[in-house]
């Protein structure tokens, strides 16, 4: 079927429904497909009613002609009186390492078309049916599930606007043919020919052969990639019912509990916990990753502090609750001890500063002890086997079982100073005075105050 540009405004390529957009965004590389994609919109924009047309290039810099690229994409947006914006980016070398070259600069690519895409405006790319159909293959030969198999959506949000796809359901031949016949130039990026990248030795090794063989396979991957779509919207229903139904909120984040979890099938567990991850963006964890999950922290020893990182965010379990915490959350600071020598100044100011935060005197707190010239004030942290004799209570007792009967959480519990007065423990944190260190009934005591 010859590929025109009056097929963008059909229920095919998903544009119908973005006509009264306050704005389309072309993303153009300077490829084939971007290019008549260009081309096809000035056209169609020429005939009939549309949204203002702008583009956005992005420089990876990957290729010595990538700033000719950048140019030529410059100038003829300049003869289809298009403004046009264009964009160097510099790839992390960490995330090369990590993803790979194409993921990276995919990730470096998609940040910026965020950021640019304005609120209510669509964003247009070029990819086409061939596209679609090697990005189902790869992800089928990772492994991916029902939500990798889904391939390309044709639409999706993206920052404060919506991503299209309006080309694939177009063959790469029919862009070629439309092209050639309307007299397009565009780059032939090198990189595309080295095999030793996966899609591109799919593309040139793999493809063709399968193609040969059954010339139906991209309508056919079409219909996959619809099949898993709706299938993953259905698996998505059920997941959000469930959420509704066991999540929480608790001092320390949002949590699911795990004894709740337990009882449902491994399927649709793990449906949940996807979900439940892909909620808040983090990195979707593998098949192995969600048995790690299943053994370490649903069916492990209850006083286990398992630990699981996935990109900036990490799992933990506190109080038989699976908990999801940001990575900038969790303490990092290494535990210093501190000492010095009350001395009368200290007293007067009414505050004794410490790294991370202070003691100062008030008057009426609930936790404070009792300090005067010349005492020696230790901070220390748990190295175990410390006791504590809280006020108001017959006996000491183990830090360490007074710290869970609190429900501190497990990672912090390490983290609390713990105060020594002339070698003894006098104070935990804000949380307890050990007996004997008080404040006479109604006199000011020194009470910690954790520094912002």
């Not at 920052?159 to 016949?181: E, H, I």
């Not at 007065?421 to 050990?434: C, E, I, S």
Request: with cysteine.
């Amino acid at each position: 079927m010859s590929f025109s540009h009056y097929q963008l405004i059909t229920d095919a390529a998903g544009l119908k429904a973005h006509l009264q957009a306050s704005g389309w965004l072309i993303a153009v590389s300077g490829g084939l497909d971007s290019m008549c994609l260009l081309h096809a919109l000035v056209l169609l924009q020429r005939d009939h009613h549309c949204p203002p047309l702008r583009v956005i290039h992005i420089n990876h810099g990957l290729q010595l002609q990538a700033d000719q690229w950048q140019q030529d994409i410059e100038k003829k947006c300049q003869d289809y009186g298009l403004p046009c914006s264009s964009h160097k980016v510099t790839l992390c070398p960490q995330e090369q390492r990590q993803l790979g070259l194409e993921a990276a600069a995919r990730n470096a690519r998609y940040e910026i078309f965020k950021k640019h895409v304005q609120m209510g405006e669509v964003i247009l790319l070029g990819q086409h049916a061939d596209d679609q159909t090697e990005t189902l293959f790869l992800r089928l030969l990772r492994g991916a599930g029902v939500a990798g198999l889904r391939a390309m959506p044709q639409q999706r949000t993206l920052g404060l606007g919506c991503l299209v796809r309006p080309l694939l359901y177009v063959r790469q031949t029919d862009l070629y043919d439309y092209a050639q016949s309307h007299h397009l130039d565009w780059c032939e990026d090198p990189s595309n020919q080295n095999t030793r990248f996966d899609r591109n030795y799919l593309r040139h090794q793999v493809m063709p052969l399968l193609r040969q063989r059954w010339p139906a396979l991209d309508q056919r991957m079409a219909t996959v990639a619809s099949l898993m779509g709706d299938t993953q919207a259905l698996l998505d229903e059920m997941a959000s019912a469930d959420l509704m139904l066991m999540r929480k909120e608790t001092e320390v984040g949002e949590c699911l509990p795990c004894a709740e979890i337990q009882n449902l099938s491994r399927a649709r567990r793990h449906n949940l916990l996807r979900y439940w991850l892909d909620r808040h963006q983090v990195p979707m964890p593998s098949y192995v990753t969600m048995q790690t999950i299943d053994r370490e922290f649903l069916y492990s020893a209850l006083d286990g502090q398992p630990y699981l990182q996935l990109g900036d965010w990490c799992l933990r379990r506190n109080q038989g609750d699976l908990l999801l915490m940001r990575r900038s959350e969790q303490p990092n600071v290494v535990a210093m001890s501190w000492i010095c020598d009350v001395e009368l100044q200290a007293l007067v100011s009414r505050s004794i500063a410490l790294p991370d935060g202070a003691l100062c005197l008030k008057q009426g707190a609930k936790v404070g002890l009792a300090l005067v010239e010349g005492d020696c004030l230790e901070r220390r942290f748990r190295v175990g086997g410390e006791r504590c004799r809280p006020l108001g209570r017959a006996h000491s007792q183990s830090l360490k079982k007074l710290l869970q009967e609190t429900k501190v959480p497990a990672w912090e519990r390490d983290q609390l100073p713990l105060f020594y007065v002339n070698g003894q423990l006098a104070m935990v944190a804000d949380l307890w005075v050990n007996v004997g260190f008080e404040a006479a009934l109604d006199a000011p005591s020194w009470c910690w105050q954790k520094g912002t």
